[in-house]
């Protein structure tokens, strides 16, 4: 544990220290060498037959090698009442074929004429022949998955930096923003597929992937969590430390990462995990007055108002955007029938779950959503947003109209 880690459990009341350590326990010994030798010792311990002492001994083994003690003594659960049985089975068939040469017999007979010295003898020597055999196997396995989504996907890095901002506000806000930034499309494309930081059209590849400044500010309207502004500033330090992966288009640098937020709660969560670089504002951008930036955020924001504070929104919006700025917006497809319903039924869902049961929800089509940012006078693209996921979302990346 860092001394950054063991600051963060001592700070704070009991139930919150021990929310941190559960974080700290679930992210400490990472990389794929560490992370398949903590599985790999803890399928070996679970198929010995040292029955209530599995949880103390991944605690000190993991202490002293410091590697990973919770996912050591997940891995030893090898030998829960589903398994066990057919374990210890596995193993005395496997201890009495090394030791005399022959499988032991099942019949009750045959079990009665044998002694417990010979039957424990068996199990013993069983046990560490198969648990060897096993914790090699799943060793393996989790080190080729590992290193092979690290290597394949640098991209996962990034996202668990920005995940691990959350690790002091506790295990949910954590997983929520591992899974977010992992499983949804739109954080990699809005930071790393250049979207905040497009080339001229008529300029070469040389110069679409070459160093470039953003500068300005960019604006997230309902931020939630910050989880873009993190990944922003993940992505600003890899990139300064020549850790950015080559091919990719350089990261949008800007002077200034602010976030809005209605939810006063949901905003403190952002705020501790961005302070330094970021500002986060607990204010509802539909009464605020516009924050001039180059780039604009509004992701799954508009279909939460009515259509008239959607169109009163957008306009300030298009009075607040630097000429030369960019507006990214993620909405549904209201015309994507089945897939469409999926998102519907997932807003009714969460609105429920947070006891906002009059939530009132207006979404409209992909082409309606166009239609209504060439009125505020953009032109817009229509990207899928959808890949991976079984929703109906869209991004618009919507520029000023040119003249």
Not at 223 to 247: D, S, V
């Amino acid at each position: 544990m860092t001394g950054d880690q063991q600051a963060a459990v001592n700070e704070g009341p009991l139930w919150l220290r021990v929310r941190r350590l559960l974080v700290i326990l679930r992210t400490e010994g990472a990389g794929p060498m560490r992370e398949g030798a903590a599985i790999a010792i803890g399928v070996f311990v679970g198929c010995l037959p040292l029955y209530g002492f599995h949880l103390l001994i991944c605690g000190v083994v993991g202490t002293m090698l410091r590697l990973n003690r919770l996912k050591m003594y997940l891995a030893a659960n090898i030998s829960n009442p589903f398994i066990a049985p057919w374990l210890l089975l596995l193993e005395v068939h496997a201890g009495a074929w090394l030791r005399r040469g022959t499988f032991q017999p099942l019949s009750v007979e045959a079990v009665q004429q044998t002694s417990l010295a010979t039957l424990g003898l068996d199990l013993i020597v069983g046990s560490v022949a198969v648990g060897a055999v096993l914790a090699g196997l799943a060793g393996w396995a989790t080190y080729a998955f590992v290193r092979r989504s690290r290597h394949q996907d640098a991209y996962s890095e990034l996202s668990r930096r920005a995940a691990d901002r959350y690790i002091r506000a506790g295990v949910v806000a954590w997983e929520f923003a591992r899974g977010k930034l992992r499983g949804d499309p739109i954080y990699r494309a809005s930071v790393c597929d250049g979207l905040l930081t497009p080339p001229a059209p008529s300029a070469p590849l040389a110069e679409a992937t070459a160093p470039s400044r953003v500068g300005g500010t960019l604006l997230d309207v309902g931020c939630g969590q910050g989880l873009t502004l993190a990944l922003l500033a993940e992505a600003r330090r890899a990139y300064l430390a020549g850790a950015w992966p080559a091919g990719w288009p350089s990261p949008p640098q800007f002077d200034r990462l602010i976030g809005i937020e209605t939810r006063g709660r949901v905003a403190s969560v952002a705020a501790a995990a961005l302070a330094g670089d970021a500002d986060v504002i607990t204010a509802d951008a539909r009464t605020t007055a516009p924050i001039r930036a180059k780039a604009i955020l509004l992701f799954d924001v508009l279909h939460m108002m009515s259509l008239g504070e959607q169109e009163s929104l957008l306009a300030s919006m298009a009075a607040a955007l630097e000429a030369v700025g960019v507006m990214l917006i993620r909405e549904a497809d209201a015309a994507a029938g089945w897939r469409f319903t999926a998102i519907k039924c997932g807003n009714r869902l969460k609105a429920v779950v947070y006891g906002a049961w009059t939530q009132s929800f207006h979404f409209r089509t992909a082409a309606e959503w166009r239609a209504c940012l060439v009125r505020h006078g953009f032109d817009a693209e229509v990207r899928d947003m959808s890949t991976g996921t079984p929703f109906a979302n869209v991004l618009l990346v919507a520029t000023r109209r040119a003249s």
